[in-house]
């Protein structure tokens, strides 16, 4: 008799546990009017992609142009969900969307101190690295590197994390084979749920967000690096905020979404869902990233 209180507490947290779940997958499926009116009245927006349109359209975006967007390697289907519209694109790993670079206008973002920031909604399946958005190219003419928002880039210590990247050059980092030079989340990416992952640069330090929240690092050795001219041992380095002073280069990279260009085509395919995508032509504060995730 003494248990039954106790039984009865557990039925109805059980019980409470999948109303909850049932009312968040229900906000899921219908518009977010506050956070769209948020992001658009935010001092610096650039655009919003709310990714509602049906497969076979381009997806524009609202903002300072419509900055539509055109599917590559077939159709990218549209989910009935989404934290932004109530819809989302599904990303099979292998296709993605892209803007050319002569349509880029506004989103075309460089400067020796100038800004950059890119939040995106997503529901990413953990399965390999994923481009999110921004303009990436990693091979034509050396390569045209320019900002970029990452779920995952392992090679220098980003596994499983939210990875902000930024070029002055386009090109790799000497005397490294690849582009160092990103940010990476303290938190890991959450699999098969949606999450809020950011990138802010203010022409010094690069942030990685995850979920409204930015964590540091502490200084630690960069895998791959040790044996390079200058670096027997190894780089140490902070990769949450990252420093780089340099600026971002008008390097001429399309703008895409969900992969990048490589040596052997497009690669770095996102594999998942992408709810939203937002870019502002400054940082973003803290407090200002925190509020989208509310």
């Excluded at 990714?51 to 159709?75: D, H, I």
């Excluded at 002569?102 to 953990?126: C, F, H, M, P, R």
Aim: with cysteine; net charge negative; glycine share 12%.
């Amino acid at each position: 008799m003494t248990n039954k209180p106790i039984v009865s507490l557990v039925i109805l947290s059980v019980i409470l546990f999948f109303v909850q779940s049932l009312i968040a997958r229900e906000d899921y499926k219908k518009p977010n009017k506050t956070l769209i009116k948020q992001i658009t009245s935010t001092d610096g927006f650039v655009a919003l992609w709310k990714f509602n349109e049906k497969p076979g359209e381009n997806r524009k975006a609202v903002g300072k142009g419509n900055f539509s967007l055109t599917e590559g390697n077939g159709l990218v289907e549209r989910i009935a969900e989404g934290p932004v519209s109530g819809y989302s694109i599904q990303l099979s790993g292998d296709n993605f969307m892209s803007l050319s670079n002569d349509k880029t206008a506004e989103l075309n973002i460089y400067g020796e101190s100038q800004g950059v920031t890119v939040v995106a909604w997503v529901k990413w399946t953990g399965e390999q690295t994923g481009f999110v958005g921004g303009m990436w190219n990693e091979y034509e003419d050396g390569g045209k590197r320019q900002y970029g928002l990452f779920v995952s880039l392992p090679y220098y210590n980003g596994a499983n994390q939210v990875c902000g990247h930024i070029s002055q050059t386009g090109k790799p980092t000497p005397p490294f084979p690849y582009s160092i030079d990103y940010s990476a989340s303290q938190q890991t990416v959450p699999t098969n749920e949606w999450c809020m992952v950011a990138l802010t640069y203010d022409g010094e330090y690069i942030k990685s967000f995850l979920n409204g929240r930015f964590e540091v690092r502490e200084p630690e050795l960069i895998d791959h690096t040790k044996g390079f001219e200058g670096y027997p041992d190894g780089l140490i380095q902070n990769k949450n905020p990252y420093y780089f002073p340099d600026g971002m280069g008008n390097n001429g990279s399309d703008f895409t979404v969900g992969a990048v260009l490589l040596k052997k085509g497009m690669g770095n395919f996102f594999k998942g869902q992408i709810g939203g995508l937002a870019v502002f032509d400054r940082a973003l504060d803290e407090d200002e990233i925190a509020a989208f995730a509310q």
